[in-house]
């Protein structure tokens, strides 16, 4: 397990923070990803960190960002391409600055992408209404179209 540590604070577990930072994505915390970012950065400049493992962190990270996006509502295949990218694009880098560079444009994209879909996806209200009005009329030949009619939905 990798610790990193941030000039005078706290000796952060490597898990622990990308934990963090899929957590801030998912949020669209983008302070909080910011804040994650740079304690990654502090563990990649500590002089014993290779290129190759920074590399490989990011895509660890990258690809949960496309696993959680899927989850949440995203197209599978845009989500996969967004992560190829953006992988293809950090593995050409050759200073590690540029990569966090990359790495952060590309969570604050996945946030992007999350918060939309939740957008889209309407508020839990909606949802106990929604399923309050279909429970009303349990009897009744009632279509999707209709539900959602009901709900200025198409």
Avoid at 11 to 33: Q, Y
Avoid at 48 to 61: L, P, W
Avoid at 111 to 125: F, I, Q, V, Y
Wanted: hydrophobic content about 40%; some cysteine.
């Amino acid at each position: 397990m990798f610790v990193m540590q941030k000039k005078g604070a706290a000796v952060i577990d490597l898990e622990f923070a990308r934990e963090a930072l899929c957590r801030c994505v998912a949020k669209g915390d983008r302070s909080g990803i910011s804040t994650c970012l740079q304690y990654l950065a502090a563990y990649t400049a500590n002089g014993t960190t290779t290129t190759r493992q920074v590399q490989d962190e990011i895509e660890t990270v990258l690809r949960r960002f496309c696993y959680m996006a899927v989850l949440n509502g995203e197209d599978a295949g845009r989500a996969r391409g967004l992560t190829e990218f953006y992988l293809d694009s950090i593995r050409r880098c050759e200073k590690r600055s540029d990569m966090l560079v990359l790495f952060e444009s590309c969570a604050e994209m996945f946030s992007a992408m999350m918060s939309a879909n939740r957008a889209s996806l309407g508020s839990e209200e909606d949802f106990r209404e929604c399923k309050a009005y279909i429970q009303e009329r349990l009897t009744e030949e009632l279509g999707l179209e209709a539900v959602a009619a009901h709900y200025g939905y198409h």
